[in-house]
């Protein structure tokens, strides 16, 4: 079965332009979540998404912002880009397994950006 | 708030040692805890998921433990190849649900 798929893989911004990052969820996976990864700040939870709603939020400046779509494909918008945006963005998948209540994350490969 | 540590921050060893990795967290209400590996420009893959209730878990050559109460958890690597060198990052989820705190993860180098 398909894993996560994040797109683009790679891009190049400047300073002060906006960015739209991709992801699709392994089919039946309702809950998606975005992390940022960067040198200094290790791996930071941005939000996350189910059913559409945004159920969790990380504590990022508005310029963050996502959405999910009724297929559970979901987008996280970046405006205004500033150089410390640079990292990589990773979204994960998940699915909450009923036996064991246990929440399984599946992460895509990343979206490396870079801004200059 | 929630913090993870992890330590050592790099380690490299010979093939077959035997190793060990740690974790530590500051607040023990947690959910579960995992444990991820992470190849150089790659995603995460899930290695080991350690729910509250549980003590440890194991998965062939890895083996995870427990203990909410000193609020730590261990990973270990028995019998390492070249093929586990990685990043090894551990993570806690402090309620149901994909909030996920992580640790600055362990750069495991295995040399032939």
């Known amino acids: 079965k398909a894993g996560v798929t994040q797109t683009p893989r790679y891009l190049i911004k400047t300073r002060g332009q906006q960015v739209t990052l991709s992801c699709s969820p392994i089919s039946g996976h309702r809950s998606v979540s975005w992390y940022q990864q960067t040198p200094g700040q290790g791996l930071q939870f941005l939000f996350e998404?189910?059913?559409?709603?945004?159920?969790n939020k990380g504590n990022f400046p508005g310029r963050f912002s996502g959405r999910q779509f009724s297929n559970s494909r979901s987008e996280m918008n970046v405006s205004t880009l500033e150089l410390g945006d640079s990292a990589l963005y990773l979204c994960?998948?998940?699915?909450?397994?009923?036996?064991?209540?246990?929440?399984?994350?599946?992460f895509g490969a990343g979206s490396r950006l870079t801004v200059l | 708030k929630q913090e993870v540590t992890q330590i050592p921050a790099a380690l490299s060893v010979p093939e077959g040692e035997n190793l060990v990795l740690n974790c530590s967290f500051t607040d023990s209400a947690i959910y579960n805890l995992q444990w991820f590996r992470q190849d150089p420009g790659k995603g995460l893959t899930s290695l080991l998921l350690i729910q509250s209730s549980q003590r440890e878990q194991t998965s062939g050559r890895l083996n995870a433990s427990l203990d909410k109460s000193s609020g730590r958890s261990t990973l270990y690597i028995a019998a390492s190849q070249p093929g586990d060198s990685a990043t090894y990052l551990c993570a806690v989820e402090e309620t149901s649900g994909s909030r996920l705190t992580f640790g600055e993860g362990t750069q495991l180098t295995v040399n032939p």
């Open positions: 994960a998948s998940s699915l909450l397994v009923a036996s064991s209540g246990a929440n399984v994350l599946t």
């Open positions: 998404y189910f059913s559409e709603t945004q159920r």
